[in-house]
């Protein structure tokens, strides 16, 4: 065969495996939230962590079979319509993860809930994660993650349609906390105003509270103070 012909017939060869390559979807690592620094790495999103093994989109039996290896130690725990279970980790994990299933039978939204008046230790958060859960701040936060896209009181039952809530400003929570605040006949409570915060792109929603009421400053810049529970769900489609 012609030399020319034979060096051609491979280049096409090798061009054709590397435009493969390239196509082809490359399957990013699990992030683990126990074991990595989850809000020190960039561009992972919502399907890509994992959460005591759990994950978006797996279905009920990759769920039960996950639960079933880890033994005695984790107890799965379902409502009677079974579109809501609770995983409890062992005993000292100072977090209990809830998950909803969707219509197709898979993991639609992860809840990781951080326990009362814990802080969490090493052994189960690491570095910044562990630092804004700890020591939350709104600057810190923004710090880690950037400007989240709005705010909401309550979020959608269902899962897919919980990205596409009609969001709030910042400035809406100052003007809504403001006037609830003239309405307070007796301000010497402990509770606090809760919001969700949402970053639509990564799939995540923080569950943030407020310092208590009694200890707001009427027209003082609002600040959220402590951060209760970390949502997952599947993250906004890019249509750009």
Not at 120 to 144: C, I, P
Request: glycine share 6%; hydrophobic share 35%.
């Amino acid at each position: 065969m012609n030399a020319k012909l034979v060096g051609r017939a491979c280049a096409l060869l090798i061009g054709g495996l590397f435009l493969q390559l390239q196509s082809s979807p490359q399957k990013k690592d699990v992030i683990e939230i126990r074991q990595q620094d989850l809000f020190a790495l960039h561009g992972w999103k919502s399907a890509d962590v994992s959460v005591f093994g759990l994950q978006l989109g797996m279905s009920r039996a990759e769920v039960v079979s996950m639960a079933s290896a880890k033994g005695k130690a984790f107890t799965l725990v379902c409502s009677s319509t079974s579109t809501m279970c609770t995983l409890f980790p062992p005993a000292g994990a100072q977090a209990n993860v809830s998950f909803y299933f969707d219509t197709a039978d898979r993991v639609s939204e992860i809840y990781i809930d951080w326990r009362e008046n814990h802080r969490v230790s090493e052994e189960w958060l690491h570095g910044y994660t562990r630092q804004l859960v700890n020591h939350y701040t709104d600057e810190l936060r923004e710090k880690l993650l950037g400007p989240a896209d709005g705010y909401t009181r309550e979020i959608a039952k269902n899962g897919a349609d919980t990205l596409h809530e009609k969001l709030l400003t910042r400035s809406d929570v100052q003007e809504y906390i403001e006037k609830d605040l003239q309405k307070q006949k007796d301000r010497h409570i402990d509770s606090a105003y809760t919001y969700y915060c949402f970053y639509k792109k990564t799939g995540m929603i923080l569950y943030l509270q407020t310092d208590s009421v009694s200890t707001i400053k009427p027209g003082s810049p609002i600040k959220f103070r402590k951060l209760d529970s970390l949502v997952l769900v599947q993250p906004e489609l890019q249509t750009d």
